[in-house]
């Protein structure tokens, strides 16, 4: 990293102002939510965890994020193009990820139809592992945000890295885009409606698959592990299984459709501990550098309460593949492990 962009001393990061920044944010600020660390005339130091990744950018004077022009080190994000990287001491990489592909790699098989519940055209990734067997069922994880676990998450290739070890079973891995993820995923009945509808039906129809809920699973990060855990919770009948990485659980059903992961509440806590799901095993995670990170742990703790079979772990990072990337790797271990 060049010299004037940040400057890391111990646990404290040190960021030199570029021309026209009038603030720094970033995981710190939890992006625009907080207001941004102001520019006042000389360097913005910031204690940071030790070990950790952080992702942050410049705002303008027209109020828009801009990348650092002195820090080359990108980040995974694959929705904004202006973060970038601070690493303080070493940010631990999970040992999955070492290593060059395995010769043995499974197979990505796109699909696209006509939406009928939500307008517009649906796409797909259906991931087959190495070796699949049509004679063979095999457990299937309906995976929120399908391009980016695809692409940046590498969900893929993990599992091909997982398989060459012997590290988990094989699986199915279905990778849904979403139209408005915002509208989709944050606590819509609709959803589910689109998975036993148009999603189930053809996956199942065409690929080797569990049809039981014992062996399917949901997975998604921030609002994709709010549905995931919010549809698996509620139906026995479909789901056991559920990945949910930084999952936005600050959230309450709004019958005007509105967003809020901010100050709506934990209803979904307060939810599964009136009602509490024992049929699920749950992989929860998050980012220690997140705004989700109470949520996440008062979810974690209210799972433990309840005897509900889960892991949970926390990154030191943000709300970002950085972290998802890691915890993606000890959740298919924990939800597909061979012992």
Do not use: C
């Amino acid at each position: 990293m060049p010299f004037m962009a940040v400057r890391v001393s111990g646990r404290t990061a040190i960021f030199t102002p570029p021309p026209g920044a009038v603030g720094l944010l970033g995981d710190f600020t939890d992006w625009q939510k907080n207001p941004a660390l102001p520019v006042t005339g000389g360097d913005i130091s910031l204690e940071l965890p030790r070990d950790s990744f952080t992702e942050y950018a410049w705002l303008g004077e027209d109020g828009k994020p801009f990348a650092d022009p002195d820090n080359s080190v990108r980040t995974l994000n694959p929705w904004w193009p202006y973060p970038r990287g601070v690493e303080v001491g070493t940010y631990a990489r999970h040992a999955l990820w070492e290593g060059e592909a395995p010769h043995q790699q499974g197979h990505a098989h796109r699909l696209a139809w006509e939406g009928r519940v939500f307008p517009g055209t649906r796409r797909a990734y259906v991931y087959t592992p190495p070796f699949y067997d049509s004679a063979r069922l095999y457990p299937v994880y309906y995976v929120q945000d399908g391009v980016a676990f695809l692409r940046t998450g590498k969900l893929g290739e993990l599992m091909d890295k997982a398989l060459a070890r012997t590290l988990v079973q094989p699986a199915v891995l279905v990778f849904l885009e979403p139209g408005d993820r915002s509208e989709e995923y944050y606590l819509n009945d609709a959803y589910l409606d689109f998975l036993t509808d148009e999603v189930l039906p053809r996956i199942e129809g065409e690929y080797s698959v569990s049809r039981e809920a014992s062996g399917r699973g949901l997975w998604g990060a921030s609002l994709g592990g709010l549905i995931s855990l919010y549809l698996g919770a509620a139906r026995p009948d479909l789901f056991s299984r559920v990945v949910a990485h930084s999952g936005a659980f600050i959230a309450r059903p709004d019958e005007r459709g509105r967003t809020n992961t901010t100050t709506a509440g934990e209803w979904l806590r307060e939810r599964l501990e009136a009602a509490p799901p024992r049929h699920l095993r749950v992989s929860l995670d998050t980012g220690t550098l997140e705004w989700l990170l109470a949520p996440n742990r008062r979810m974690a703790a209210a799972l433990a309460d309840l005897d509900i079979p889960h892991q949970y772990r926390e990154y030191q990072s943000g709300h970002n593949w950085v972290t998802w990337r890691q915890a993606a790797a000890e959740a298919l271990l924990y939800m597909l492990s061979k012992a």
